[in-house]
T-cell receptor, first 112, second 113 residues
Framework: DARVTQTPRDKVTEMGQEVTMRCQPILGHNTVFWYRQTMMQGLELLAY????????DSGMPKDRFSAEMPDATLATLKIQPSEPRDSAVYFC??????????FGEGSRLTVL | GDSVTQMEGPVTLSEEAFLTINCTYT??????LFWYVQYPGEGLQLLLK?????DKGSNKGFEATYRKETTSFHLEKGSVQVSDSAVYFCALTRNTGGFKTIFGAGTRLFVKA
């Protein structure tokens, strides 16, 4: 059963630490998205890639966030340095050419 | 820019009641429209979709019709169950060289037994 895999599922860290979240998209999907979900802001699009090329990262704070796809089976979202306001659930989703997205179970980040 | 507006929740219904969750959108061209559902502790999953005007998407008793004249895609179900309690997201996608998907704020549904 094909699915999007995200790690870690839960991460607690202290302010100022680096955090890296990883995502394995579904094999054959050519679009990968990173979303952030909070109670206050809902679901925010941070960045997305098509065929591993970044298409839009305008939703991402550039000074501390970075997103990459080193290969077709791995997408990463890095926060350095992390801040308490980054606490949220981060979702990765992948999709093909029909526009439907398949979401991972999310990475819950708590920054103390 | 593109946007999706959903009715605010939470929506609380008794089992077997009729459900409507309103969704309207703003977009240029002809986007595809989707409803996703999120159960506690899980990621979003696709519930139904419609890709052109007057299309009706349906799944698990839920339906939504793509209305271009009113730019709406309201979600309906004739008889809700306790297991339908979840957060429902309306979304649109346009092929801008990649299928960028914009989500509404989500509507939480509680169904009481």
């Amino acid at each position: 059963d094909a699915r999007v895999t995200q790690t870690p599922r839960d991460k607690v860290t202290e302010m100022g630490q680096e955090v890296t979240m990883r995502c394995q998209p579904i094999l054959g999907h050519n679009t990968v998205f990173w979303y952030r979900q909070t109670m206050m802001q809902g679901l925010e699009l941070l960045a997305y890639f098509r065929n591993r090329a970044p298409l839009d990262d305008s939703g991402m704070p550039k000074d501390r966030f970075s997103a990459e796809m080193p290969d077709a089976t791995l997408a990463t979202l890095k926060i350095q340095p992390s801040e308490p306001r980054d606490s949220a659930v981060y979702f990765c989703a992948s999709g093909g050419d029909r526009g439907e997205l398949f979401f991972g179970e999310g990475s819950r980040l708590t920054v103390l | 820019g593109d946007s999706v507006t959903q009715m605010e929740g939470p929506v609380t219904l008794s089992e077997e009641a009729f459900l409507t969750i309103n969704c309207t959108y703003t977009a240029t061209g002809y986007p595809s429209l989707f409803w996703y559902v999120q159960y506690p502790g899980e990621g979003l999953q696709l519930l139904l979709k419609a890709t052109k005007a007057d299309d009706k998407g349906s799944n698990k008793g839920f339906e939504a019709t793509y209305r271009k004249e009113t730019t709406s895609f309201h979600l309906e179900k004739g008889s809700v169950q306790v297991s339908d309690s979840a957060v429902y997201f309306c979304a649109l996608t346009r092929n801008t060289g990649g299928f960028k998907t914009i989500f509404g704020a989500g509507t939480r549904l509680f169904v009481k037994a």
